[in-house]
């Protein structure tokens, strides 16, 4: 909208949006910081990643590297609604970090993915999540699934392995899925707010208050936006109690500086918000644990998946000594 073109003095003084600053990093590169108004959103998290980086993600020279939001916007979507203390909670595990491990791949039937909770849960893993490329295939109906696994880990001790469904299709589908879930005695589901959209991922949470919500990154990297940010910041304030991404060192490309910065903004204590459990992940390995306890430190949801897997007959023993690995951990 050219300036020019509006003879409205509110819009001019309030509404347009102001460039604050603009400096030179290095090599051609240049920071800009952009003044927004409160008003252009609302309280709607879609209307803000709008404003954000709507249109200007179109633009494959330019990246949103972060944003300094009003205390009251924030406070009016919420955070975590449980976060990194009720995790620590149900799981029993006051001042170490969190296990976890993933249900694949694709293709098994429920009966083979609920039988691999049931050897995690033996051996004394906290959470068990889907992998999220499972969804409600032919293969593994969401359904059935769920009432498989769920029977699998019932009578398990006290403070047992949890698990942890992986929502999908639209918010009708999810919100049955959630049913299902819930009538199924399992009070957490993991989703993929870049996947679903963050204002679908934020009524899910209001909607539902009693649900841990497990944030995944499918699809965080298709748009230019820091993940410190996206991750870190705006899944944890839109309702994420914790957050799945890529460790330095697995599979994926994040530096130690990006994975700091992203476990930092989950954690922080901006605005108030709980604590979001950061979760590293991505092709980590049992002899890695050390080096990342010593890194992140007690505050995070360890998930090793396919290197637990690939123990085959002996899974139970491999997840065993996972979990003993964390345990034995001498935390500062």
């Known amino acids: 909208m050219p300036v020019s073109a509006i003879d409205d003095a509110f819009v001019l003084s309030r509404i347009v949006g102001r460039v604050e600053e603009i400096a030179e990093a290095a090599n051609g590169l240049f920071r800009v910081r952009i003044a927004l108004a409160p008003e252009t959103v609302g309280t709607d998290p879609g209307q803000l990643i709008n404003m954000l980086f709507g249109n200007t993600s179109i633009h494959d020279d330019v990246a949103l590297h972060d944003v300094e939001l009003p205390d009251d916007l924030v406070k009016s979507f919420g955070g975590p609604r449980h976060g990194l203390h009720e995790l620590r909670r149900r799981a029993g ?3 170490r970090a969190l296990t976890c491990s993933a249900l694949k791949p ?3 039937p429920a009966a083979k993915l609920a039988e691999l909770a049931r050897q995690f849960a033996d051996g004394g893993i906290d959470y068990i999540k889907d992998d999220h490329g499972l969804a409600d295939q032919a293969y ?12 699998a880990l019932r009578g398990t001790a006290p403070n047992g392995a949890a698990y942890i469904p992986s929502l ?27 996947v679903m959209g963050l204002a679908n991922f934020h009524r899910l949470v209001c909607d539902h208050p009693g649900v841990v919500f497990v944030a995944h990154p499918a699809m965080a990297g298709a748009a230019r936006i820091a993940p410190a940010l996206l991750i870190g910041t705006l899944f944890r304030m839109l309702g994420a109690d914790a957050v799945v991404f890529p460790n330095h060192g697995g599979r994926f490309g994040y530096s130690p500086e990006t994975c700091s910065d992203l476990a930092d903004a989950a954690r922080d204590g901006r605005n108030g918000l ?12 049992r002899d890695r644990v050390p080096e990342i306890l010593d ?3 007690a505050d995070i949801m360890l998930l090793i998946g396919g290197s637990l897997l690939a123990a085959r007959e002996r899974l139970v023993e491999e997840t065993s000594a996972f979990v003993a690995d964390v345990k034995n951990y001498r935390y500062a």
């Open 93 to 95: 595990a006051s001042v």
């Open 106 to 108: 694709q293709g098994l």
């Open 140 to 151: 593994a109906p969401f359904a059935t699934r769920v009432e498989a696994v769920a029977a």
């Open 168 to 194: 999908s299709g639209d918010l009708d589908a999810m919100r049955a899925q959630i049913a299902i879930a819930t009538g199924a005695g399992i009070d957490a589901v993991m989703v993929a707010p870049m």
């Open 274 to 285: 709980r604590p979001c459990v950061p979760v590293p992940a991505g092709g980590m390995t």
């Open 295 to 297: 890194f992140y430190g």
